[in-house]
Each structure stands twice: as structure tokens, then as C-alpha cells.
């Protein structure tokens, strides 16, 4: 079963403008976290924002904040005041708790974002 | 010193070849992976090392063979590769240690596999 679902392949937005990349999740874990990752084209995985299960407040960073509806399951990524360089790949990844499985980030599918001028 | 450092960035190698990649973190790491991406594709686990110890093998073919030499090191050693192994292959690392579940991974930029 997909424990990550990104059901936006792409997506566009005008610079300046806020965009929202959707994220579902699946797991039985109680404690468990959600990361966001940019790829840009050069292909290195930046790291943006993280969300703890347990956190109650959503997670922001800068531009980045998260939108964390744990009850619907989902940890949308919300970029703000768009720019060019935003233009990548945005993964949504989970690492559930756990000995082992804590070692594993599961990624989603991805949404490509372009930012246009 | 916040970088994952991966050597080649690119490596084009025949199917009789026999390649290595490295990867080298100063960060004081204890769990070092190997991941696997596909163009447009998401990154897919290959390996785990916690400790120098190989904790995870997702059923990985023999012919790729990962190693550890100390907590700064990781290799990925290639042999009898298949066109189809072309990718591009990620190192990252993590803490090791302490609350798993807040553990974010940084990963290098990447060594773009081409077999011919």
C-alpha cells in the first residue's frame, strides 16, 4: 500500500503568489514524522521543513510552512512568495517509528513545481 | 561543515566494469544510506548502515556491494552492471542515535551512473 501519496504530478504558479503542494500519508504508528525535500535539477535533496506527529503547532521555515491535519492525514507544504529558484521537484517523505523501520524514509511520488515570471 | 560529499558526480562504465562510488560526511553521522533515484522518479532505498554495521539491505542485487570502513566512509562498490542500473545514486546520513522519528537526512549531490 502507498504510505506516501503526492497527488499532484505538477504544478504551476505565478512568482510572488503562494502555492500548496498536497501530501497524504498512511500509518498505524502513533509517532511518526513527515519531511518535505527539494530537488532541484543539479539533483541534491534539500531538506525544508519537518512535522512531528505529536507537534502541535504546524511547522514553519522562512517561506516554508506546513499544514498538518492529522486526522485527515495529510501535511501539505505551502510555499510563500514564490521565486524563480523554487522551481524543483518537491518529495513529502515519512519515517515512522520504530527500531527498524525508523531507518527508513519513505518518499512519495513527487510534484514537480514551476514558478513562472 | 554541514555536507555530504559523493565522488564521481558522473561515471559512465561497460557491464564488465568494476566501479566504486565514495561518499564522505564530517558531521558525526552514525547512519549512512544508499538510495537510488530514477529520472522523475522518487529516491529508493538501497542500504542502511547504523554504526558501520549493515542494518538494512532492501534485497539489493549481489552485484552491487556496499561498504563501510569507518563512520565517515561509505562506498558502493559496481560490478557487472546492467544498463538498467543506470541512475542516479544518492549517500545521505543521519544522526544514528537518540529520536529516530525527527531524524531528517542530508544527502550529497549524487553520482549520475551511466551503464552502457
Known amino acids: 500500500a502507498q504510505k506516501i501519496t503526492q497527488t499532484q504530478p505538477g504544478m504551476f504558479v505565478q512568482e510572488k503568489e503562494a502555492v500548496t503542494l498536497d501530501c497524504t500519508y498512511d500509518?498505524?504508528?502513533?509517532?511518526?514524522?513527515l519531511f518535505w525535500y527539494k530537488q532541484p535539477s543539479s539533483g541534491e535533496m534539500i531538506f525544508l521543513i519537518y512535522?512531528?506527529?505529536?507537534?502541535?503547532q504546524n511547522a514553519t521555515e522562512g517561506r516554508y510552512s506546513l499544514n498538518f491535519q492529522k486526522a485527515r492525514k495529510s501535511a501539505n507544504l505551502v510555499i510563500s512568495a514564490s521565486q524563480l529558484g523554487d522551481s524543483a521537484m518537491y518529495f513529502c517523505?515519512?519515517?515512522?517509528?520504530?527500531?527498524?523501520?525508523?531507518?527508513?524514509?519513505?518518499f512519495g511520488e513527487g510534484t514537480q513545481l514551476t514558478v513562472n515570471p | 561543515d554541514t555536507e555530504v560529499t559523493q565522488t564521481p558526480k558522473h561515471l559512465v562504465m561497460g557491464m564488465t566494469n568494476k566501479k566504486s562510488l565514495k561518499c564522505e560526511q564530517h558531521?558525526?553521522?552514525?547512519?549512512m544510506y544508499w538510495y537510488k533515484q530514477k529520472a522523475k522518479k522518487p529516491p529508493e532505498l538501497m542500504f542502511v548502515?547504523?554504526?558501520?554495521?549493515?542494518?538494512i539491505n532492501e534485497s539489493v542485487p549481489s552485484r552491487f556491494s556496499p561498504e563501510c570502513p569507518n563512520s565517515s566512509l561509505l562506498n558502493l562498490h559496481l560490478h557487472a552492471l546492467q544498463p538498467e542500473d543506470s541512475a542516479l545514486y544518492l549517500c545521505?546520513?543521519?544522526?544514528?542515535?537518540?529520536?529516530?522519528?525527527?531524524?531528517?537526512?542530508?544527502f550529497g549531490s549524487g553520482t549520475q551512473l551511466s551503464v552502457l
Open positions: 545521505a546520513s543521519s544522526q544514528g542515535f537518540g529520536n529516530r522519528v525527527r531524524e531528517k537526512l542530508f
Open positions: 512535522q512531528g506527529s505529536y507537534d502541535e
Open positions: 500509518t498505524s504508528d502513533q509517532s511518526y514524522g
Open positions: 548502515y547504523s554504526y558501520e554495521k549493515l542494518s
Open positions: 558531521m558525526g553521522h552514525r547512519a
Open positions: 517523505a515519512m519515517r515512522e517509528g520504530g527500531e527498524t523501520s525508523g531507518s527508513r524514509l519513505t
